[in-house]
């Protein structure tokens, strides 16, 4: 059944990423995506789609990744939801050095393989509170 | 007139006065005279003065005439011998070239005279007398004497003019040497800066081929080969894409470095584990030389490790199958036990407590006009696709950053030897 699918917003500037992500991760038939590239309307496309989790790129015109984080943390309908940042500017060896983890956040370092997304979304959905 | 007598006698004391202040005028201008020595069976018996010796000696003639022995007390002690001999020569009817040699003047001043003799022979030809010509040189020889000692202050100012042009010569060579790091560091800093920056606008990109990829390959119907090489292609370029990205953040990062106190040996260890599939694909042995009381080392674990991994990356990858990989380490005195090629670890003052890391190949090595370039970013000996030139200067980077240095150099069996020299911390 659709409900029982995991429900991921994902939020880059880069269309074409969003796009190839949604499709990728739908294919696997365990998630809805919803694709953002504006930054600025992110939260209120959040609350609409009430998402298990949030992928979310780190550098973008405008609000940034830490900017919109902090805004989905101050909004008490998406302040449990997990996020997972995508980021360009860190290697994937520094984020695995790290347990994929820099400054207590998720991290992601690009380019990302569609395997690695999905162990980081299966390993991270049903923790929703534990951020 | 009675005034007369006395007028007269005023005028004969006039006269001769001036005539004695001109004869001591003339004197004074005499700076020559000679001498006539008569000779009986090949003695001197007796020797004649010539009135300009007073000039010369401050003694008259008549002094010489009545003191036979005046002319030798008068020469300085230690010329006696050189005159003594001339004497004997001209006796003996030796050729005797002129003599220069000191004499003690009347008035206690010393005097250098020039003593040149001719001998004067009768009928058989023997030997009845010698002239001698004594010419006073004093003022020559004391211009000679300045004019040495002129010589000997040239000598010593061009001795340390040469001083002073090696001493530029070898601070000139230094500000070259400066300049030439600065020049490397500023190019450094700007790849550094340009690397982030490319960083970021490249790894998007990748990551839309990469999903893209990721999209394809299940989607396309199995069973062509052909696509599927494709795929495989498109996926191991972005792989080494990423690599040369991942060569450039390394080379910019600046300033996350977590300095602790660490073990140099563990780091090895890790690092050897690491490379140890890629040790097994290359087939070739590694030796550890490790040594077990190596004193700490203050670094960056991670960046340390780091800096490993290229260099035995860079081994394996110039070694054949059956190559060997020696891995060193070892503490001491810096330049005394631990013998280095010093001239690339200026940072270290001799005998400072340091610790030495080696990674040596059993490689062709590198030609010698290309080892000044391998620390230069993008500058690779290996085939197309094999590196990205970004690994040394990695390292350099990092072990710059750490205080230490980095030599590279052809080993003497073959091959080459990387050595990284850090600061020892006290135990």
Redesign the interface.
Known sequence: METEKKRILVVDDEPSITRLLKLNLEQTNEYVVRAENDSETAVAAAEEFQPDLILLDVMMPGLDGGELASRFEANPKLKSVPIVFLTAAATKSEVYARGGKVGGLRFLAKPVELSEVVACLRQHLGQGTNR | MSTEPATRSKKHEQASLESEQRYKRLLASVTDYVYAVTVEDGRAVSTFHGPGCEAVTGYTSDEFEHDQQLWYRMIREEDRPAVLEQAERILKGQETPPLEHRIIHKDGSVRWIRNTTVPRKDGQGQLVAYDGLVYDITERKQAEERLKSAHAELAANQEALKRTLEELRTANQELKETQLQLIQAARLESVGALAAGV??EV??P???????L??LV??FPAGNENIAMVLSDMREA?TRA?TI??GL??LSAQTDFEMKREDLNASVRRALNLVKAQVIASKVSVVRKLDAHLPPVKMDR?KIE?VFINLLINALQAMSPGGVLTVTTRAGPFGESLNVNEAAFRQFSRGEPVVLAEVQDTGTGIAAVNLPKVFDPFFTTKPVGVGTGLGLSVVKKIVEFHGGGVDIQNAAPGGVVVTLVLRAEPE
């Open positions: 960083a970021h790894k998007n990748l990551q839309t081929i990469l999903m893209g990721d999209y299940p989607n972005v990423n990205i991942r953040l390394q991670g780091q």
